[in-house]
């Protein structure tokens, strides 16, 4: 029952994807993009990895839709269109691009048996973590090294989108809303944000022992924002404004001064002393949450449009 | 089994600085604001330099391999950052670089005329420091997803700066970059997942232990190389950077060809030589040195057919870059000999320093005739040598690295690869080699020539560009002719480090 | 049948067709906005690669690999960055501006 399932699931995902690929409409195309990211979803599921589920359906299918679609609206009939390929050429990418799953295919069926895994390991350092999620001691203790670089990444994206501004609007109000707010957008945007918020921290609360974590939680309170502002509730912040930059800068300067504390009062950088550890850990993950649904919201929103009031 | 593989070591703590230090300016910036930028900037330039210079001294003086490993938790659980004598050479290599480029912009953004917007200044040093982060995590990274963050990290630095003057033309260049470094990093990624699925693990000295020449790992390392390729804009995979490094102010084009190329080279240095067992490793080898000779001819054809300065210097990068991928064949040692006590190893590794320390002394160089002149047509130059003779003779110089002319540190790097091309028994090595050096002087010399030239025109002025804007660029040049002065001979300090990952892996 | 055709097996499988389909989409779609896109399709079935992974390595307790799983999430937010970085670079290409 569950194999019917699972080849159903697979022959939609394709299905979609090659739908994407091959529809010509653009719009058409990205709302085929959705539907694949919400099944993407449900393959994280049946593949027992539900933290990778939610981050995927909030994140790769829900953040990246929204902002695909905004960015369709933008260019629609202004994107002068690129040199197309010959369609020899496309045969012959075709051949190259099947190939390599051909090969990538043959070495998933090839590895090695029994599996290599760091399940034992990860299950056996959670103690000293104090946390009962071993996807979160992963991406906050043990390789917390990454988690850190990756905030800075997301924060320098940001920083990057905001310098495509124009000089005089740089530091200024991004536009979100576009022309009229549909009646549902705006009962939206009135009704949801408190239940919102109350997910978005109850997913921050739960993520150190069940699935759901900073990720998560800072997507649901990002998009609670951006409905607000889309529906034209509240207006964007400036992105040179105080209030803005130290929620952003927040979550990543906290988990900066905790790693360096390490050093004096644990096994090193990045390291937790024992008895603090799950205390620290979820302090960090609470700015961290802070941290990232600002710049998942701002980088949705885009650079500024509107000079700054300095 | 694995744990023995690293422990920290006395001064592993620098290695954390190294790759932290920048890292924190970045979010100091955000946090304070553009007014404190060029100060958390500077400040940050002599830190990080300290911290470069001392992790050298800590190697030569302990003889060893530095070793962090983060949080106390081992690998392959956890992640290890580990410092040999190559990772160290990268490690001042880039630190000189970033702070002569720093210096530069902090003249160049403080002057009244042509200084550059606020959004311009805070973008650029955000963006400096950040990719300085990345680079080293690069350098001193053993573990393979960790140097998959830095390599986004690089990615995401390197866009924005090439698109910093926001005209649409360079936000053109810049989305391609993007798009051809995501499916570069994509695929290394993809390379990652694979290898993880065979060996449990993702420590490059590990794998150094156990790589077995199996299906997996094959299609993990193509793939993983392909997409470093694409990084490092090797031909056919170049056409992106010449638009890109053109396009972008100069003290960014400068830290985007000396530096942030050179990122995705050293990492397919190390699965080339560390990872991959020793079949595919010749193989790879031999596609590499095809590719990298055939970088060095089109492309040095290329840029002695541009008619722009900045286009000229960018073909120039990615033929000067060939010469890296020739390495792999000469340097792959006999029996008894490891790699990294060939001449080649020695040669390949001279060749990336004395290209970056030239390559970004010429775009600087290049940023202010430009800036002189308004343009940077190479025909309407004429007599450039005498309004701005420092530019000139550090543009002059640095061209003697990439002739391979003495004394330059291009000429030792050159020699010890034609030396060991010959040995090895590749004549064809050695040929590309000579003509590549034959094709840079004939594009060095055009320059100089409209330098020397007689000017139809009367010289612009140079009022609002200071000497010191000008010495920057002299002191990269000078500092690669200084390199010339190395040994011809297998240099001990790159083999600081090694010798015991050759009894691992070997 | 039932054993080759493990979750871990087909949505493998699946995600190697799936890298394929979004290469074609990179490489040859006439217009940018597809070709980001044709980027997440192909990080979708990297990432599914590694969900393959960490199925095979249950253990311990746990149903799949924590490991894997970890690098997904941080690869996931990547992504998405990288798309907002695209997406605001291709809407600066369409809009008209003095300056261009």
Known sequence: ?310 | MTAALHATTPGGFLLVLAVILPVCAVLAILACGPRSAARIAMATLAAGLAVAVAITVELVWSGAALTYVVGAWRPPLGIALRADGLSGAMLVMTALVVVAVGLFARVQYGLREGGGSERERTTFWQMLLALWSALNIVFVGEDLFNLYVALELLTFAAVPLVCLDGRAETANAALRYLLFALIGSLLYLLGVGLIYGQYGTLDLLALARLSRPDPALSVALALMIVGLLAKAALFPLHLWLPPAHAGAPAQASAVLSALVIKAPIFLILRLVLDVAPGQVAFLAGQLLAVLGAASILFCSVMALRQARLKLMIAYSTVAQIGYLFIVFPLAAGGAGTSPWETIAWTGGALQLISHALAKSAMFLAAGIVIKVYGHDRIADLGGFGRALPISATAFGLAGLSLMGVPPSGGFVAKCLLLTAAVIEGYPWLAVTILLGGLLAGGYVFRIIDKALAVSASPLPSRAGVPRRLELTALALAIAAVLLGFVPLRPFGFLQIGRSGLAMAGL | MTVALQPSVLFGLCGAALVGIGLFAVVSSPGLLRRIVGCNILGAGIFLVFGAVARRGAGAGFEADPVPQALVITGIVVAFSASALAVALLKRLAEPRSDA
């Open chain 1, 1 to 310: 029952m569950m194999l019917l399932f699972d080849i159903a699931l697979v022959a939609g995902l394709l299905t979609l994807a090659v739908h994407v690929v091959r529809e010509p409409d653009e719009r058409s195309a990205i709302i085929a993009f959705l539907a694949f990211g919400l099944l993407l979803g449900l393959a994280w599921i049946r593949l027992a990895a539900p933290d990778v589920a939610l981050t995927e359906i909030a994140i790769g299918g829900g953040g990246t839709g929204i902002l695909l679609l905004r960015a369709e609206a933008a260019v629609r009939g202004r994107g002068k269109h690129e040199e197309s390929v010959t369609r020899p050429g496309k045969l012959a990418i075709a051949v190259g691009c099947a190939a390599i799953s051909a090969g990538l295919g043959l070495a998933v069926l090839s590895f090695a048996s029994p599996a290599p895994t760091l399940a034992p390991a990860a299950a056996e350092g959670l103690s000293a973590t104090g946390l009962g999620n071993p996807v979160t001691a992963v991406l906050l203790a043990y390789r917390a090294l990454d988690t850190l670089l990756e905030k800075v990444v997301v924060l320098l994206a940001l920083i990057g989108v905001w310098s495509l501004a124009p000089d005089a609007a740089w530091g200024g109000v991004p536009a979100v809303r576009s022309g009229e707010i549909p009646q549902p957008l705006a009962y939206l945007a009135r009704i949801l944000p408190p239940f919102g918020v109350v997910i978005g921290v109850y997913m921050f609360w739960v993520g150190a022992d069940a699935p759901g974590g900073t990720f998560q939680a800072g997507t649901v309170l990002a998009a609670m924002w951006l409905l607000v502002m889309l529906a034209g509730l509240r207006s964007p912040p400036e992105t040179a404004g105080l209030p803005l930059r130290l929620a952003l800068a927040g979550g990543p300067i906290l988990f900066l001064a905790i790693a360096f504390l390490g050093f004096a009062f644990a096994d090193g950088f990045l390291a937790y002393p024992k008895a603090l550890a799950k205390p620290l850990i979820l302090a960090i993950e609470a700015a961290l949450t802070l941290s990232v649904a600002a710049a998942l919201a701002m980088l949705v929103a885009g650079p500024a449009r509107r000079a700054p009031t300095r």
